[in-house]
C-alpha cells in the first residue's frame, strides 16, 4: 500500500515546525499563522482520509471478517503497519523502528488530534493578538511549538513499538515544556513549564526501566511481539492477540531464572513500571502537580496539550498494551485504584478552586481518571470488555468537549484579561456564542443526555458496574461532583449577578470568527458524537460489537446530575450568602480543597529541604572540602616540606663547597676504612 | 611512510604550527588555523567513507590503515598506526572540535602564541588516536597535556594559575601510573612489543599481572576521563580554562581517558577487567549521579557544566566497563555525543561570559530576550545534554542503559549478584537529575525577567560564533536523527568474533 | 738523579689544598678562579705522574691533562665574563654577597 498519506501526516507538522522555527523570523505573524494553520488543515484532511479508510474501506489488511463465539460473522478490525524502517539497531534482535501502525484506537487518536490540533492552530490566530489586533511576540516561535507538539503527538500514537513511543513520549514532553514556558519574561511560566517537565521526567524514569525490563525478557520492542498476532497471507497485518500475550508471559517471564520479584511477577513490575509513565503523563496523584500549573501556558495549548491530547497519553499507553495487562490483573488492580483515587481528589478540588482555568485542569485529571478506571475494571469476560471501549469513547468524548471549554475559557479569559471568575460573573448577555457554547460543554461533562458526555460516562460506569459495586458507587459520586463544580463553574462565570462594565467602550464581547467557530464547531460534535455507536469501531480485540446503553445505570446517573445540577443552580445562580455559609461549616475541608490538599507543599519541601538541601548541598561541600581537600592537602604538604628545607639553599657559594668537602672527606674516610 | 593517510593526522597539524609561526597578522593565523582544521574534518570524513567502503567490502582485521616505522630499535619502539571505527569517530570530533575552537578563539588576545599552543595539542590528540603503539600513544598524550598548562595559565580567567596547576599535577600523576602499567605490559607480554594489536592477539599478560597493572591503567586514563575521586581538576580546570581549551579539553581530552580505558586496560588485559570491574563500577556509577547532584546546586556556569561532564563522562567509563556489545557501544557513542555537546556549552558560555563578564547564574537572567540566538543554541545543547530524543544524547544514553541493563539482568540472573543491575538504575536516575539542572540553569539563565539592565545593550552572536554553534548543533542533531550510520561504525570492533579473540569473557 | 713518585705528587697535594684552601676562604671571585686553577692544575700533574709511573707504554693521561687544559682554559674565559657580568649588574664582585642565584 502506498504510504504517501502517512508519511505525510507525520512529514508536514515536523517540516512545519523546521520552517517557522528556524524562518519564522523572516516572515510575518500573519502569514506564519495561515501557513501553520493551513498545514494544519491539510493534515486533518490526511488523517480524516486516513481513518476514513480504515475503518470504512473494507480492504483486507484493515478488516476482516471472523466467526464470533455465537456462530455469527463479525468484522474484527486489523493492525496495519504502514511503514516501518529501523532506527536504530543493536546487537540480537533488539532495534529501535519508526513506524507508523494504524489499527482502531490509533486511527481514532489521529482523528482526535489533528482535529483539536486544527481548531486551536485556527483559534491561536485571534487569541494570540490583543484587542487592537497586534500579534503578541513569539507568534511565529508558538505556531512552530505547536506543530512540533502535534508531530510528536501523532508520531507517539502510531507507533510500532514501545521504544518509538517513549521517544515521542519524551518529545511531546518537551514540546509541553516550550509551550507551557511560552511567556517565558513571566517567572510563574518558567517554573510551570520546569515543573512540568520534570516531574513527567521523574515518570518518564519508571517508564524507561518499565521498557528496559519488557525487552530484556522479551528480546523486542514491537507492540506486534506483545499483543499481536500475524494475519496469514497478509505481510504487514496483525490482528490483537491475547494469546500471544500469554505466550509471552508463560514463555518469556513464567520460564524465565527469576519469575517472581519481591512478591510480585517481573511482568507485573514491569507493566506497573509504564503505568508509572503514564501516571506522570495523565497527571494522576501523586504526579498530577504539574498540570494544574501547566495552566501558565497560553490557553488554546492547555486546550491541545493539556486537556485533549497529550495528557490522555497515559490512558493510550495503557490501551496499547492492555493484552498484556490483561495477564497481570494485580496492575490493573493497581490502575484502577490510583484512577479511583484520583478522580474522587481531583473533583474535590475543582469544587472550590477560583480560576478558571485551573478548575478545568482538575476536572481534566479527573476524567482521565475516569478513564484510567474505566481501563482497569475492563475484563473480557465482563460484557464483552466494555471498559476499554468506554474508556477510549471518554477520551474521544473528553477531548473534544475538555477543549470546547478550555476554547470557552480563552474566549472569556481573553474578553476580561483575568483567570478568575471574580473578575467575570454575568457575562451571559455580552458573549451569547462562548455562554451557549460553554453551557454545552458543561452539559456534555456533567453527562446529561443527549450530549456526549452522557454515553461516554455512562458505558463507563456500567464496566465499573459490573467489575464492583463499591467502585461504581464511588464512580458516580465523582460524576455527582463533576456535574456540581462544572456547574458552579458555569453559573459563577455566566450569572451570579450582573457584569459591572467599568467602560462602556470596552465591554466583554464575542471574539472574532476564527475564535467562535472552532466553539460552535466542537459544541456540534459534543451534540452528536455520543450517538456513535462506539464499539463499531473499537474493542479491546479489534472485534466489532454492539453496547447497548443500560437504562438503569443511565437513568441514575442522569439523576444524580441533575440533581447536582440542581444544587448547583440553588448556590450559584443568584448572589448569595449560601456559598460562604458552606465554606464556613466546613473550614477544614474548604481549605484543603481550596490548597489542593498541600501537595505542593510537600514536594517543595521534599525537593527544596531534602534533595537539594540534604542531598545536593552536602555533595557540592563534600566534594569541594574532602575529595578536592584531599587534593589540595597532597600539594600543601609537598609544599610545606620544600619550603622547610629550602633555607639549606643559601646561595653562598663557599658554603656548598665546605659541605661538599666535608662530605667528601666523609665519604673517603669510611670507604679507607671499610677497605682495610 | 607518506602513502599512508593517518600520518596525514599528524602532519597537517605540524603544517599548521609551521603556517601560525610565520604568519605576520591574526588574519593570516586565522585562515591557517580554519583551513588546517577544515582539512583535518575533510581528511577525516574521507576517512570514515573510506573505512566504511573496506567493512562493507569484507575486511575483517581489528586495525585499518596499519603502518609501521621504526624509532627506536633497542626498545622495539616502532611508530605504528592503525585505526578502527571507535578512532576514526574519536578523529571526527576531534577535528569538528578543533575547527570550531578555532572559530570560537577568533578574537582571543596574543593569537600566535594561543594557536601555536592550541595546535600542538591537538597534534599530540590526533596523534593518540591514530596510534597502535603503546609508546608512542603515551608519548602524544604527554603532548596533549603539556600546553594545557600554558593555555590555562595564560590565557584563563579566575584563578587560573591554581587551576592550570591543579590540573597539570592530577593529570600527570595519572600518567605515572600510566606510564608503570605500560612498562609492565610491555615486558610481561612475552612479546617485549609495544604494538597493542600484537599484545592482544599473541601476547599473554599472566594473570597476576594483569590483577596488577589494570587498575594503574585504568586509574591513570581514568583520571583524565574524570573519575570519582580523581575529578576534581576538572571544575577547577575548565572553569579556569579560556572558551577554546574548555571545548577542546571537555569535548576530545576527555575522551582519550575513555578511549585510553578501552583500548589499553580492557583491550590488553581483558581478565582482570572482568574480575576488577565492579570496583570502577562503583566508583564510576558513583561519578554518574555524585555529578549531578553537585551541578544541581553550583552557580557558576562553567561549574556546572563541568559537573555535569564528570556525570556524562562517569557514564562513558561506566558503560565500558559493563563488557556489554550493546553498552560498549553506547559508550563510545556518548564520547563522541558528550564530546559535542559539552563543546557546544562551553562555546556558548565563553560567549554569554564574554558578552556579560560574570557566568554567576544568579547575576544575569532574561538573555533569551537579549540575545536570542545563543540563548536558543543553549536551550538545544541543554536538551541534547538531558537526553531528548533527535539529539544525540538520547541515543547515546539508551544503548548504554540497554546494554547495562541486560548485563545487570544476566549477572543477576545467572548469581552473579546485582550490583550492575543496582548501579544501572542508579544510573538511570541520573536522567531526572540531569533534567533538574539543565532547566534550573535554562530558566535562570535564559528566561524570566531581564536581570541586570546593563545586559540589554548586549548584543547577539556574530557570524563566527554562529558558525561555530551552527557546526556543533547539526552534528548533534545528525547523530540524534541518524544514530544508526554512527552505530554501525562502531559495532564492526565491538563485533563478538573480536571478543572471542581477546578472550572475553561474553 | 732518581726521583721518588712522591716527589711529584706531594707538590701537587698542596698544589690542590692550597686551593680548596683559597677556594673557600676568598671573598673575591677573581681569587677564587684562580684557586680553580690551582685546583686543576695539580689534578693534571697527578695525571701526568701516574701516567708516566704506573703505565709509561701508554699515553692517555697525558692527552686526558691537554684535554683538562684545554677545558680549563676554556672555562676560566666563561667564568671570567660572567664575573664582568655580575659585576657590571652588582658593582661587586664579593662572592658571599650575590647569593641571588639561588632562584
Known amino acids: 500500500m502506498d504510504a504517501t498519506i502517512q508519511i505525510l501526516i507525520l512529514a508536514i507538522p515536523l517540516f512545519m515546525f523546521l520552517l517557522l522555527g528556524l524562518l519564522g523570523k523572516y516572515l510575518s505573524p500573519k502569514i506564519a499563522g495561515i501557513l501553520g494553520t493551513t498545514a494544519m488543515g491539510v493534515v486533518t484532511a490526511l488523517a480524516y482520509y486516513t481513518a476514513f479508510n480504515y475503518f470504512f474501506s473494507g480492504d483486507p489488511n484493515f478488516q476482516r471478517e471472523i466467526i464470533g463465539e455465537h456462530g455469527e460473522t463479525v468484522v474484527e478490525h486489523l493492525q496495519y503497519i504502514v511503514f516501518n524502517p529501523v532506527w536504530l539497531e543493536f546487537y540480537g534482535n533488539l532495534h529501535i523502528n519508526i513506524g507508523f501502525m494504524l489499527d482502531s484506537i490509533s486511527a481514532m487518536m489521529l482523528v482526535v488530534i489533528t482535529t483539536i490540533s486544527f481548531m486551536v492552530n485556527l483559534y491561536s490566530n485571534a487569541y494570540m493578538r490583543d484587542h487592537d489586533g497586534v500579534y503578541e511576540k513569539g507568534f511565529q516561535r508558538y505556531y512552530a511549538f505547536l506543530a512540533l507538539f502535534s508531530f510528536s503527538m501523532l508520531g507517539l500514537v502510531v507507533a510500532t513499538n514501545i521504544f518509538q513511543m517513549y521517544i515521542f513520549w519524551e518529545l511531546v514532553g518537551a514540546s509541553s515544556y516550550l509551550l507551557i514556558g511560552f511567556y517565558y519574561t513571566s517567572p510563574a511560566a518558567v517554573s510551570a513549564s520546569k515543573k512540568a517537565f520534570i516531574v513527567t521526567r521523574f515518570a518518564d524514569l519508571g517508564f524507561l526501566i518499565g521498557i528496559l525490563v519488557l525487552s530484556y525478557y522479551t528480546g523486542v520492542f514491537s507492540f506486534m511481539d506483545f499483543t499481536s498476532a500475524p494475519v496469514e497471507g497478509l505481510a504487514d497485518t496483525y490482528h490483537i492477540s491475547l494469546d500471544t500475550a500469554s505466550t509471552v508471559l508463560a514463555t518469556k517471564f513464567a520460564g524465565s531464572a527469576a519469575p517472581m520479584f519481591m512478591g510480585c511477577s517481573v511482568l507485573t513490575w514491569a507493566l506497573v513500571l509504564i503505568f508509572m509513565g503514564g501516571m506522570g503523563k495523565s497527571a494522576m496523584l501523586p504526579l498530577h502537580i504539574w498540570l494544574p500549573d501547566a495552566m501558565e501556558g497560553p490557553t488554546p495549548v492547555s486546550a491541545l496539550i493539556h486537556a485533549a491530547t497529550m495528557v490522555v497519553a497515559g490512558v493510550y499507553l495503557v490501551a496499547r498494551l492492555f493484552p498484556l495487562y490483561l495477564q497481570e490483573t494485580t496492575a490493573l488492580e493497581i490502575v484502577t485504584v490510583v484512577g479511583a483515587i484520583t478522580a474522587f481528589y481531583a473533583a474535590m478540588v475543582a469544587c472550590a478552586q477560583v480560576d478558571i482555568k485551573r478548575v478545568l485542569a482538575f476536572s481534566t485529571i479527573s476524567q482521565i481518571a475516569f478513564m484510567m478506571v474505566s481501563l482497569g475494571v475492563c475484563r473480557p469476560e465482563y460484557h464483552h470488555g466494555v471498559g476499554y471501549m468506554a474508556s477510549m469513547f471518554h477520551l474521544f468524548t473528553h477531548a473534544m468537549f475538555k477543549a470546547l471549554l478550555f476554547l470557552g475559557a480563552g474566549a472569556l479569559i481573553h474578553a476580561v484579561h483575568s483567570n478568575n471568575y471574580t473578575a467575570m460573573h454575568g457575562l451571559r448577555k455580552y458573549m451569547p456564542v462562548t455562554h451557549w457554547t460553554f453551557l454545552i460543554g458543561c452539559l456534555a461533562i456533567a453527562g446529561i443526555i443527549p450530549f456526549s458526555g452522557f454515553f461516554s460516562k455512562d458505558e463507563i460506569l456500567t464496566a465499573c458496574g459490573e467489575y464492583s459495586i463499591f467502585v461504581y458507587i464511588w464512580m458516580s459520586a465523582v460524576a455527582a461532583l463533576t456535574a456540581f463544580y462544572m456547574f458552579r463553574l458555569y453559573f459563577l462565570i455566566f450569572w451570579w449577578k450582573e457584569h459591572k462594565v467599568h467602560d462602556p467602550h470596552h465591554a466583554p464581547h464575542d471574539q472574532p470568527w476564527p475564535m467562535t467557530v472552532p466553539l460552535i464547531f466542537l459544541a456540534l460534535v459534543s451534540c452528536v458524537a455520543g450517538f456513535i455507536n462506539f464499539g463499531d469501531f473499537v474493542t479491546y480485540n479489534g472485534e466489532q460489537h454492539t453496547f447497548d446503553l443500560d437504562w438503569t445505570v443511565a437513568g441514575i446517573s442522569l439523576t444524580v446530575a441533575v440533581v447536582s445540577i440542581a444544587v448547583a443552580a440553588k448556590m450559584y445562580m443568584k448572589e448569595n450568602p449560601l456559598p460562604d455559609k458552606m465554606a464556613a461549616a466546613l473550614p477544614r475541608l474548604w481549605d484543603w480543597c481550596y490548597h489542593r490538599f498541600y501537595w505542593d507543599e510537600l514536594y517543595m519541601f521534599i525537593t527544596h529541604r531534602i534533595i537539594f538541601g540534604l542531598i545536593c548541598k552536602p555533595i557540592a561541600w563534600f566534594d569541594r572540602h574532602i575529595i578536592d581537600g584531599t587534593m589540595d592537602a597532597f600539594a600543601t604538604v609537598t609544599n610545606k616540606a620544600s619550603w622547610s628545607i629550602k633555607g639549606l639553599q643559601s646561595g653562598n657559594v663557599q658554603t656548598y663547597v665546605w659541605i661538599y668537602l666535608i662530605g667528601a672527606l666523609l665519604l673517603g674516610t669510611i670507604t679507607y676504612i671499610c677497605l682495610i | 611512510m607518506f602513502d599512508n593517510i593517518l600520518i596525514y593526522f599528524v602532519l597537517i597539524p605540524l603544517i599548521m604550527l609551521a603556517g601560525v609561526a610565520l604568519s605576520q597578522n591574526i588574519k593570516q593565523i586565522r585562515a591557517v588555523a580554519v583551513t588546517g582544521s577544515l582539512a583535518l574534518t575533510a581528511l577525516s570524513v574521507y576517512l570514515l567513507v573510506d573505512y566504511l567502503a573496506l567493512r562493507a567490502a569484507g575486511e575483517t582485521a581489528p586495525m585499518l590503515y596499519t603502518g609501521s616505522w621504526q624509532w627506536f630499535a633497542p626498545l622495539n619502539i616502532n611508530l605504528a598506526v592503525g585505526v578502527d571505527g571507535i578512532s576514526i569517530a574519536m578523529l571526527i570530533l576531534s577535528s569538528i572540535i578543533l575547527l570550531t575552537g578555532s572559530f570560537a578563539s577568533w578574537t582571543i588576545a596574543q593569537p600566535k602564541a594561543f594557536f601555536l599552543w592550541l595546535i600542538l595539542l591537538s597534534t599530540g590528540v590526533f596523534g593518540f588516536f591514530i596510534t597502535i603503539d603503546l609508546f608512542a600513544m603515551f608519548m602524544f598524550y604527554e603532548v596533549a597535556l603539556i600546553p594545557m598548562y600554558l593555555l590555562i595559565g595564560v590565557w584563563g580567567s579566575g584563578k587560573k594559575n591554581y587551576s592550570a596547576m591543579k590540573l597539570t599535577l592530577m593529570l600527570m600523576g595519572g600518567s605515572a601510573f600510566l606510564m608503570l602499567s605500560l612498562i609492565g605490559i610491555y615486558y610481561n607480554s612475552g612479546l617485549f612489543s609495544w604494538n597493542i594489536v600484537e599484545i592482544a592477539q599473541d601476547g599473554n599478560i599472566s594473570h597476576s599481572w594483569q590483577m596488577f597493572l589494570f587498575p594503574m591503567a585504568f586509574v591513570g586514563f581514568g583520571v583524565l576521563g574524570a573519575m570519582f575521586p580523581f575529578h576534581t581538576w576538572s571544575p577547577d580546570g575548565h572553569a579556569s580554562a579560556p572558551t577554546a581549551v574548555s571545548m577542546l579539553h571537555a569535548g576530545v581530552l576527555m575522551k582519550l581517558g575513555g578511549y585510553g580505558c578501552f583500548r589499553v586496560a580492557i583491550y590488553l588485559m581483558p581478565q582482570a577487567a572482568n574480575e576488577l570491574a565492579w570496583i570502577f563500577l562503583i566508583l564510576t556509577g558513583i561519578s554518574v549521579v555524585y555529578g549531578a547532584f553537585s551541578a544541581c546546586v553550583q552557580t557558576d556556569l562553567k561549574y556546572i557544566n563541568a559537573y555535569s561532564s564528570v556525570s556524562h563522562c562517569g557514564l562513558v567509563l561506566f558503560a565500558i566497563l559493563m563488557l556489554n556489545t550493546t553498552a560498549m557501544t553506547g559508550a563510545i557513542m556518548q564520547m563522541l555525543s558528550h564530546g559535542l555537546m559539552t563543546a557546544l556549552f562551553f562555546a556558548l558560555i565563553g560567549m554569554i561570559y564574554g558578552r556579560t563578564h560574570t557566568r554567576d547564574v544568579r547575576e544575569m537572567g532574561g538573555l533569551m530576550k537579549i540575545m536570542p540566538y545563543l540563548a536558543v543554541c543553549y536551550v538545544i545543547a541543554g536538551m541534547a545534554s538531558l537526553g531528548l530524543p533527535g539529539l544525540s544524547g538520547f541515543v547515546a544514553e539508551m544503548t548504554i542503559f540497554i546494554g547495562s541493563f541486560e548485563q545487570g539482568m544476566i549477572d543477576f540472573l545467572h548469581g552473579h549478584g546485582s550490583l550492575r543491575l543496582v548501579f544501572t538504575i542508579i544510573a538511570c536516575c541520573s536522567i531526572v537529575i540531569t533534567a533538574v539542572y539543565i532547566l534550573r540553569v535554562v530558566g535562570k539563565l535564559l528566561l524570566g525577567p531581564v536581570q541586570d539592565d546593563h545586559h540589554r545593550q548586549l548584543t547577539d552572536a556574530t557570524w563566527w560564533e554562529r558558525t561555530a554553534t551552527a557546526t556543533l548543533i547539526i552534528c548533534v542533531a545528525a547523530i540524534g536523527c541518524f544514530p544508526n550510520f554512527f552505530e554501525s561504525l562502531i559495532k564492526f570492533t565491538f563485533s563478538p568474533d573480536i571478543f572471542k579473540v581477546l578472550g572475553m569473557i561474553q | ?103
Open chain 3, 1 to 103: 738523579m732518581n726521583l721518588n713518585i712522591l716527589c711529584y705528587l706531594i707538590p701537587a697535594l698542596i698544589m690542590f689544598c692550597c686551593g680548596v684552601y683559597g677556594f673557600i676562604t676568598r671573598k673575591n671571585m677573581i681569587a677564587i678562579l684562580i684557586s680553580l686553577e690551582l685546583m686543576l692544575n695539580a689534578v693534571d700533574i697527578n695525571f701526568v705522574v701516574f701516567n708516566r709511573f704506573l703505565f709509561p707504554g701508554s699515553m692517555e693521561g697525558m692527552f686526558f691533562t691537554l684535554f683538562a687544559i684545554a677545558i680549563a682554559a676554556a672555562e676560566t674565559a666563561l667564568a671570567i665574563a660572567i664575573i664582568v657580568n655580575i659585576f657590571r649588574v652588582a658593582k661587586n664582585i664579593d662572592v658571599r654577597e650575590i647569593t641571588k642565584m639561588k632562584f
